[in-house]
C-alpha cells in the first residue's frame, strides 16, 4: 500500500465479504499507521454478503445501514468515500435500496453511493427513482472489463455515461491472471488456478472458448513485445483508455507485480487509434452498437 500511494494510487477499494471482514480490519489498520491525511485517499466498499444470518445480507435498508456501520467500525474510519451496492441479485424493492443509500449519505457515513454488477435497466431505475423522490443517485458501476468482457462497459455504460454521468471502476483486468500469459504453457503450481476453490477457472481454461483465448493472448504477447512492454502492461493500459473508465482496479499479491502493473500508465501512449484496431482485429469481439448499425 505505501509503494502504491507514493507512486500516486489514491483508491482503495474492499468489501465487507472479503477474508470475511479481515480485509477492512487490514486496510484500516495500515491507513491507521501510515497516518495519512484523510483527505489524500479514497477509500470505498462494498455491500451485500455481511455475515450468515439472513438480515446480515442483501440490500435491505436494515443491512444497508447496519452493514456500513460495521465496516466503518473495522476500517476504523468516521466515513467511506463510496459505499457500493453489491449486487447477487436485488432482494429489496429498488426505492428501498436509494433511500437507504441516501440516509447514509445524508449522515455523514459515505460521501457517494455506487452500484456493482448492475446491469444499464437497473442503473437507470434508481437514477430515476432518486430524481422522481428528491434522493441521491448512484454515481458509477463497478463492472468486470477486459479483453474477454466487453459489451458492458464499451455498450451500455457510455449512453448512461452522456446522459446521467454514470462512471465506471473496472475490476479484473487480467481476467483472473489468464492475460499475463501465466497460462500459456499450462497451469502453473502458484497459480490461482492451482489453488483449492478454483476449479471454475481451471474449467474455463480448458473449455473450447478458453482454448481460443488463450491463442489470441499468445498473439497479444507478440504486440506486448514490440511495444516493449509486459502482457499485463498491455492489458491495464487498454482498459484505461476506454471512455467513462474512471478507474481500473488491480488485485495484487507483491511489491513486484504492482509495480508491473503501474507500468502500464506509460503504455497508455502507445495506444494509437491504429494500434487499437489491430488489437480489436486480432480480438474479433469488438462490440457493435445495434443502433448505429441500423442507421448505417
Not at 157 to 174: D, M, N, Q, R
Not at 200 to 211: I, N
Request: charged fraction near 25%.
Amino acid at each position: 500500500m505505501t509503494v502504491a500511494f507514493e507512486n500516486g494510487v489514491n483508491l482503495f477499494d474492499t468489501a465487507e465479504v472479503y477474508a470475511s471482514g479481515r480485509a477492512e480490519t487490514t486496510l484500516g489498520n495500515i491507513l491507521k499507521k501510515k497516518g495519512w491525511r484523510r483527505s489524500s485517499y479514497v477509500v470505498t466498499t462494498k455491500l451485500y454478503w455481511g455475515g450468515q444470518a439472513e438480515t446480515e445480507r442483501g440490500l435491505s435498508r436494515k443491512h444497508i445501514i447496519e452493514g456500513l456501520r460495521a465496516s466503518l467500525s473495522r476500517l476504523q474510519l468516521d466515513y467511506v468515500d463510496i459505499v457500493f451496492a453489491n449486487r447477487s441479485d436485488i432482494n429489496a424493492p429498488m426505492e428501498e435500496v436509494v433511500r437507504a443509500m441516501t440516509f447514509v449519505i445524508d449522515q455523514g457515513l459515505s460521501m457517494y453511493w455506487g452500484t456493482s454488477r448492475w446491469n444499464a435497466v437497473e442503473i437507470m431505475e434508481a437514477y430515476s427513482i432518486a430524481r422522481q423522490f428528491n434522493l441521491v443517485p448512484p454515481v458509477c458501476e463497478q463492472a468486470e472489463y477486459h479483453y474477454f468482457q466487453r459489451d458492458k462497459v464499451e455498450l451500455q455504460l457510455p449512453e448512461l455515461y452522456h446522459k446521467i454521468g454514470v462512471g465506471a471502476v473496472t475490476w479484473s483486468p487480467l481476467a483472473s491472471g489468464l492475460l499475463t500469459g501465466k497460462y500459456n504453457e499450462g497451469i502453473p503450481e502458484s497459480s490461482r488456478a492451482a489453488m483449492k476453490g478454483s476449479s471454475w477457472l481451471k474449467e474455463c481454461l480448458f473449455s473450447d472458448e478458453g482454448k481460443k483465448q488463450l491463442s489470441k493472448i499468445k498473439e497479444l504477447q507478440h504486440l506486448s513485445e514490440r511495444l516493449n512492454c509486459t502482457a499485463a502492461q498491455l492489458a491495464i493500459a487498454w482498459c484505461l483508455r476506454s471512455e467513462g473508465v474512471s478507474s481500473v482496479l488491480l488485485g495484487v499479491s507483491n511489491t513486484e507485480q504492482l509495480l508491473e502493473n503501474l507500468g502500464s500508465i506509460r503504455v497508455l501512449s502507445q495506444l494509437t487509434p491504429p494500434l487499437i484496431a489491430e488489437m480489436d482485429s486480432l480480438l474479433g469481439n469488438k462490440p457493435r452498437n445495434p443502433k448505429k448499425a441500423a442507421r448505417s
